[in-house]
Each structure stands twice: as structure tokens, then as C-alpha cells.
């Protein structure tokens, strides 16, 4: 979804320019999209010479009837099965637009690539078969039109011919997918009834459908309006790369908006240093004058040394993007899996990666039902507005302020799993007063990562009282601190006789109780260290609300030792059951703890010892990222 986009004009041989205009076209599978596209071309004499005359010889020597969409389904795949597989972008020119029409699949196995199609576009034009109807997968569509931002859409109601060109069967349709469109505050520019096939209403509207008085398909595109110029909009610079030529050090990257030009006033986000451009680095030529705009790729120099990475933003002071670390987004999903709170993904947001994790999710529903009924996970191609907490801070503007920086996609296992809309950034996050500056510390994560070969991490670990999470914890710490690591400890009771010491055993309390263990631990997780969680924390909302105030730094470790086993021990390791059953009684837990069910690990005392159960949890957090295996080179990213 971070793709070179044009200009929103373009150069005619003469020096005029013309409004560009990008389009995606979409609908169910076979209901004529290409077929559409191939006609289009045609009838706008888009065609190079000879092309027409090459495919219908070629179907002919196939034994096949020659088809519109050949001159669109250029891979071979596509002409044997019969549907389009990819995202194939064609340019022809109307009357006074020049057009940029992406033809996306409509299958439902190919939704990923139709994401990468309609994230460029300006417009939509969404193609319903006139005897197949509205089908969920058209819903689908609606739905994704809208959740990534396109405003115009034209319908076209394509293979009139199928229902003797009905003006009633044209208007029933019209009429439902209207509805369905304003819904979700799409109002359609235009219904259009077509043949493309034979060319009805394509370019010209023929006696077959005469009773239709509105634009053809040529038309309602000629009316579409091009985005607003992305050289209008904020300077947006997504670092890509950091080069180090002769005694230089080049910052590279393409302009997504806004323009630059040698003497600027930036600001890198979202650490929010300041620089001013020294020079605008370009090949063949270097350096280069004049001011850069928006789809440019440029290297520029500064006039002081500064840490950059691949990921930061560069802009204008005047106009920077919000530096955060929560984002409040609409998403589509395409796993398999359903997405639920509490998952953990990869985030990219221009050239931005990052761990992130889902805290919450709202109004996710299915799109190809017409209700709104909402649930609490996102299952596949279905919608919904999730917050996210990153791992780092990133640079980030919502959709609305600039579409270029405001589209984000999700990765699971190395596999685009949905994408969407930033909708807001900071959401959840509770105000700081005017009087309160926070510090950040002099350090850098990384420069910790780098000593202690280690991410910041909160490891929580949960279970009954005598499961023995006390002692696992002392001993990760041992081990930790041993292999030259920064573990610090906070046990559940320790607390309580200190900072938590004013409070007492009710559900609000004990819900403050961890509220201000999960802060403690997550502002020192932020600052570098492993920190090592030991309470019981039975209320399976306490945890999630621990898990959203740490992000990605936590990992949940459920101690799941039988509740027989821990009722012959003492909390803390001895072997005492009257004082188990009295901390039971004193607490509340007995009978209300609330087991996790989806911990990073689950480990039960019982069956293993000591030593193995700490060689699990440092397996776990080296394989979701909190141990190195070898050592950070600090230096490689300066």
C-alpha cells in the first residue's frame, strides 16, 4: 500500500497539463469488470495499433471466441482460469481527464491485492451483473471503498443484454445498491445500465437502453474530480535510508506530499529533532536546485549530525505529523485467524515497521450482512476500528489530514493480514496535565538493547497462590542478571507492604492494585529492563487492562499448577496449607481466579522443576523478540 503515485496532473507533449484522475474498478468475480476495462480502451482509442487485430488472432488459433478482457488478462494463469488474479493498472484519456483505471480482483481469495489497488485511488467504479444482482461480495466492496477513504463511486450495472436491457430490473438494483452505498455515506455519482460486452451505455448510449437518461460510462469518469494535489498537502518524507558518501550523510527517501528544497526548517518525527536541509541529493546530478515535490525520490543532507533511522518522518516544523504510540484505526482483515484483543502484530506505516498489539476493538462487523450487529473479534474479510499500541513511537497523520501517511497494513507471519485507515492517533491515552512535563530518560532503548542484549519486556506472571510464581520469578531473575541482563523483580505482596499498602481487598481495589503494578512496570519495560511480575491477579479484566497499559512488552505467563498441588504449599514456596487456605478466605480468590486463555506460556510446577520452567520462559521471550541471540550493533544504524 506504499506505492509511487503520479502527480495529480500530467504533461502533454505541448506543456498543457490535464487533471488525473485515479480509478479502481470493482466487483463480484465475473461480473465483467475486465471485460469492462477492455471496452473502455477501445472505445476511448487507447489501443497501440494492431492490438485488437493480434488477440482476436490468437483466440482464433486457441479455438477460443475472442473476449474484451483479453486485452487486460495479460498473464496466462488468468486467460486458463478465467478470472483476474492481480492488480493490473491501465491509462487511457477521456474527453478532458487523463485516467489511471486500476483494475483490482474481485475474487474472494484475492481481497489482499485489491487493498494494494484501491488504496491509490481517487474514485471507484463498482460493476453489478444485471441477473446475478447485489452479492455479498459487492457489499464487501461498498465496505471496503469506504474503509479506505474513496468518496466517489459510480455503479455500473453491467450484461443488461442478460435481462432484455429491463428498466425495472435496472431500477431494483439501482435502488438497492444505492441504499447499501449511502449507508456508509457513499453516494453514488452515477447508475449506469451497459453492455460492455456490445458497447450499450459505454461510450454512447444506444437505442437498447433509451429510456435511460443519464451519463454513460465514459462520462460519469470524465466527471470524477482528481484528489487534491499531494504537492499541496504537508511535507511528508519517509525515511527509507541512510547512506554514507564520502564525508556525507545522505537521508533517502521519496516526498509522499508537500515539496523541499535546500535551506528548509525540518523536523525529524517522531523524536522531534530539528535540522535545516543542508543540500537536495539526486542522481545523475547531485546536488540538485529547486524545490522537490510530492512522488520525487531524493537524498537530502543536513547541517548538524543527527540520529536517523529508517522509519522517521521528516517535515516541515510548522506542519509535523503526531508522534505516538497508540492509533485508533478502521480496518479489513483477511487472515484466517479472527483478530482479537490482546493480538500481537506487525504494524507498517509508510516505511515504518513496528510490534504492535490490539487493545481494543469496536463496531466490527461482517459486510456482507446488512446488520450491524457487533462482536468482540474481527473475523476474515470482515470490518472493524481497533486501537492499536506500538511497540515504538512512530510519525502518523490521520487518513482525513493526508491519505499518504494515513493508511497503514497488518502483517501476521509474514503475510498481509489486513490493512485500513488511521482514523486518530493518541486514543486512550489519558491527558497529562499543562503543569506536568514527563522527562524521558538521557538513554536511548536501543542503547540499552545494545549493553544487555535485551528489549524492555514486562513478563507477568499469573496463577493461584502457592503455584509457585514467587520462585520461578526470583529464579528468571537470577538467570537473567546472570547472562548480563537488567531484570528487576516486583512481587505482588512486596508491593502491597509499600506503594499499594493503602489499599484494600475489594474488586476496585484490587483492580488499582494492578493498575499501578502495570504502570510501575511498564515505565521501566519503556526504559530498558525485564521486569518480572509475580501476583495472582485473578480477574481476567485486570490482566487485559495490565496487558493494554504495557502494549508489546508484555508477556503473560500463566503458572498452571493444579489447585490441589498449590493448596499444600505456602504462597511463597513453603509447604503450609492452613496459611493457603486463610489467604483464600482473606482475598477473595478462592473459587474466582480466571484463567488466561491465550498467555504467551503456560507452564505447570508440578511437572517440571525450577531450572526447566526458566528455560521455557527465556525460550519464549527469545522467540517473540525480548532476547537476542546476538548482540545489537549499535553503530549499524547510525
Request: hydrophobic content about 40%.
Amino acid at each position: 500500500m506504499n506505492m509511487i503515485a503520479p502527480a495529480a496532473t500530467s504533461t502533454t507533449p505541448n506543456g498543457t497539463t490535464r487533471p488525473l484522475v485515479r480509478i479502481v474498478i470493482v466487483g463480484h468475480v465475473d461480473h465483467g469488470k475486465s471485460t469492462l476495462v477492455g471496452r473502455l480502451l477501445f472505445e476511448t482509442g487507447s489501443l497501440a495499433e494492431g492490438k485488437l487485430e493480434m488477440l482476436k488472432a490468437v483466440s482464433a488459433r486457441r479455438g477460443m471466441s475472442f473476449e474484451w478482457s483479453f486485452l487486460l488478462d495479460a498473464l496466462q494463469t488468468e486467460r486458463d482460469q478465467g478470472i483476474t488474479i492481480d492488480t493490473t493498472q491501465i491509462s487511457f484519456r477521456t474527453r478532458s481527464r487523463d485516467v489511471v483505471l486500476i483494475d483490482a480482483p474481485g475474487h474472494a481469495e484475492f481481497l489482499r491485492n485489491m487493498i494494494t489497488g484501491a488504496s491509490q485511488a481517487d474514485g471507484a467504479v463498482l460493476i453489478i451483473d444485471a441477473l446475478e444482482g447485489v452479492r455479498d461480495q459487492t457489499r464487501r466492496h461498498g465496505y471496503l471503498l469506504h474503509l479506505l477513504g474513496i468518496k466517489q463511486v459510480a455503479v455500473v450495472i453491467n450484461k443488461m443484454d442478460r435481462v432484455d436491457f429491463s428498466a425495472a430490473r435496472f431500477k431494483a438494483i439501482s435502488d438497492e445498491i444505492s441504499a447499501h452505498l449511502i449507508g456508509l455515506g457513499l453516494t453514488p455519482s452515477a447508475v449506469i445500465p451497459i453492455s460492455a460486452r456490445d458497447g450499450d451505455g459505454v461510450a454512447v448510449t444506444t437505442p437498447r437502453i433509451q429510456w435511460y437518461g443519464g451519463p454513460t460510462v465514459v462520462e460519469a469518469l470524465d466527471a470524477l474530480e482528481p484528489a487534491r494535489p499531494l504537492e499541496r498537502l504537508a511535507l511528508r518524507l519517509p525515511v527509507q535510508a541512510i547512506y554514507k558518501f564520502d564525508d556525507r550523510r545522505i537521508v533517502a527517501g521519496r516526498i509522499e506530499s508537500g515539496s523541499l528544497a535546500a535551506g528548509d526548517e525540518i523536523v525529524i518525527m517522531p523524536a522531534g529533532k530539528i535540522a535545516r536541509i543542508r543540500t537536495v541529493e539526486a542522481w545523475p546530478v547531485t546536488p540538485v536546485k529547486g524545490r522537490q515535490t510530492a512522488g520525487r525520490s531524493v537524498g537530502i543532507t543536513l547541517d548538524r549530525e543527527l540520529f536517523i533511522e529508517r522509519g522517521d518522518v521528516i517535515a516541515h516544523v510548522e506542519s509535523a505529523p503526531r508522534d505516538t504510540r497508540r492509533i485508533h484505526a478502521r480496518i479489513f482483515w483477511l487472515h484466517d485467524k479472527p483478530l482479537t484483543t490482546g493480538a500481537s502484530i506487525l504494524l507498517r506505516l509508510g516505511t515504518r515497521e513496528t510490534r504492535a498489539s490490539v487493545v481494543a476493538i469496536e463496531k466490527a462487523v461482517d459486510p456482507g450482512e446488512l446488520s450491524s450487529i457487533e462482536t468482540k473479534s474481527i473475523a476474515r474479510n470482515h470490518v472493524g476500528e481497533i486501537d492499536i499500541a506500538l511497540g515504538q513511537p512512530l510519525a502518523a497523520d490521520p487518513h482525513a489530514d493526508n491519505p499518504r501517511t494515513g493508511r497503514l497494513v497488518i502483517e501476521v507471519n509474514g503475510r498481509i493480514a489486513g490493512g485500513g485507515l488511521v482514523l486518530s492517533v493518541d486514543t486512550g491515552q489519558r491527558a497529562v496535565p499543562v503543569d506536568i512535563v514527563p522527562v524521558e530518560s538521557a538513554l536511548r532503548p536501543e542503547e540499552r538493547s545494545a549493553r544487555y542484549r535485551h528489549g524492555g519486556a514486562v513478563v507477568w506472571l499469573t496463577g493461584l497462590p502457592g503455584s509457585g510464581k514467587s520462585t520461578l520469578a526470583r529464579a528468571l531473575e537470577r538467570r537473567l542478571f546472570g547472562n548480563g541482563g537488567s531484570p528487576i523483580l516486583l512481587d505482588g505482596d512486596t508491593l502491597r507492604a509499600g506503594l499499594n499498602a493503602d489499599l484494600g481487598f475489594s474488586a476496585a481495589d484490587r483492580s488499582e492494585n494492578i493498575r499501578r503494578l502495570a504502570e510501575v512496570a511498564n515505565h521501566l519495560a519503556r526504559n530498558g529492563h525485564i521486569v518480572i511480575v509475580a501476583a495472582v491477579s485473578p480477574s481476567i479484566a485486570d490482566r487485559a487492562a495490565a496487558r493494554r497499559i504495557a502494549a508489546t512488552a508484555f508477556r503473560e505467563v500463566y503458572v498452571s499448577t493444579p489447585a490441589a498441588v498449590c493448596e499444600s504449599r505456602d504462597p511463597k514456596g513453603h509447604y503450609a496449607k492452613a496459611r493457603a487456605g486463610a489467604l483464600q478466605a482473606f482475598t477473595g480468590i478462592s473459587g474466582d481466579y480466571q484463567p488466561p486463555a491465550d498467555a504467551e506460556l503456560t507452564i505447570d510446577t508440578s511437572t517440571r522443576s525450577v531450572s526447566e520452567a526458566t528455560d521455557e520462559i527465556e525460550r519464549m521471550l527469545t522467540r517473540t523478540g525480548i532476547l537476542f541471540d546476538e548482540p545489537v550493533d549499535l553503530a549499524a544504524n547510525i
